[in-house]
């Protein structure tokens, strides 16, 4: 992977960040007919289309609702893992958002937008985006780090704004995602007078051979696509920085893969690559090195969750009944802050809910037929305390970050599709309490053999023993607390 030509010259970089303008946006069309449902599909109604589909939708609906709920970054416990083309090129690094030598309006735009320096991410991609000649690179770093900042910052940088054809090309996976990102653009190209924004979505109609004057392009791969092949509204000869964001979801939408390549195939040599994705799985990386030629590499490592500040039960019952029984006597024991409640069906989950709130708590529900709006509103209020019992199915449990969640209740335990135990998921919704070194507490509800069975399976995979609680006896429910 090493060649002769790598040059990160950090000192060059001032001439590519010399003119720019102001960001004009040439506006999405609102509540076009073939806008892209904001409801997240993915579960029984969408059967008849396959499991792969099931797996496209929620993983957009996933990565919006993230987008839309992320307020903070994520950035005291991560490490980087930078990967360089050449070993011997010195790893720069910049630790103020002036360093990076952002041209005045830029730095206006970010610090408008509340950021007093870079994340981690940023820290480290932004300078090899920034350099001259232009460097590729693949970005992996969980949501929420700050890689659509990044590149966003990274293609304004770019932009001459006395050219007035499209010279930045970015590509979501969904309708939704990229008006997320054109948001941030628009958000941090606020100062700049001269570059516009245009959409390259659903809905946005424009004739064969118009020639596009906005100079940064955000859009979905098929349109996209047809504005640089069929249409012939951008020049994609003309196209100095390509961005691919959300890789992992854009593999899972069928078809989004061979158009990314198709367009990746349009665009000149020397046009700068970049490709962002969360997670970076193998079949991420064997398209990210498709798209992505003779690339630098980032990532951002999380620190293992661990279970090591957890206290985990199970507790023994026969049927919903007796496990709504159960969890009444460990809230009438111990005084919870705020817990989270997973349950296998949207049905049982509205049944607790309901149960619940006959009970006098004050229970949201979070379920997969409600909207991403309706969901990132939902976390929204339960994060400010407005309600200290959440119930919710599997489906859109990730990225809900509350510190103040002390109890986690498996009502149901989590199963793959082959109806093993579900680990990964385990970890993850167990993860939610016993954070930034509070002990939590999570219980397992066990009403069969089956599930019995699902319990010595986490067990046995985390190498941990969990003890079985009786929430009959009040005293020993109150030990657990403490
Ligand atoms: N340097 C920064 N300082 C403070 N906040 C920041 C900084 N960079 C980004 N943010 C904010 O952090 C949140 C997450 O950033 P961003 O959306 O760029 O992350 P992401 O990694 O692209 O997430 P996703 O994978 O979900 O797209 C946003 O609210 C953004 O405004």
New binding site residues.
Partial sequence: MATDSWALAVDKQESTTDSFGSLVIRSPPRGGGDAAPRKAKGTTKQVENGTKVEEKEDKAAQ?LL??MI????VNTTNQVEVLQRDPKSPLYSVKTFEELRLKDELLRGVYD???????K??ENALPMMLAEPPQNLIAQ??????????FALAMLSHVDPANKWTQCLCIAPTYELALQTGK?IEQMGKFYPEVKLAYAIRGNKLDRGTKLQEQIVIGTPGTVLDWCSKLKIIDPKKISVFVL??ADVMIATQGHQDQSIRIQRMLPNECQMLL?S?TFEDSVWKFAERVVPDPNIIKLKREEETLDTIKQYYVLCNDKDEKFTALCNIYGAITIAQAMIFCHTRRTAGWLSAELTKEGHVVALLSGEMTVEQRAAIIERFREGKEKVLVTTNVCSRGIDVEQVSVVINFDLPIDKDGNADNETYLHRIGRTGRFGKRGLAVNMIDSKHSMNILNQIEEHFNKKINKLDTDDLDEIEKISN
Avoid: C, Y
């Fill in positions: 990565s993230n987008k992320h307020t903070s970054l937008m509340g950021f007093n320096r870079p994340s991410i940023q770093s969980q949501s929420g780090t700050g890689k659509t900042a990044a941030v964001d959300e962002f969360a």
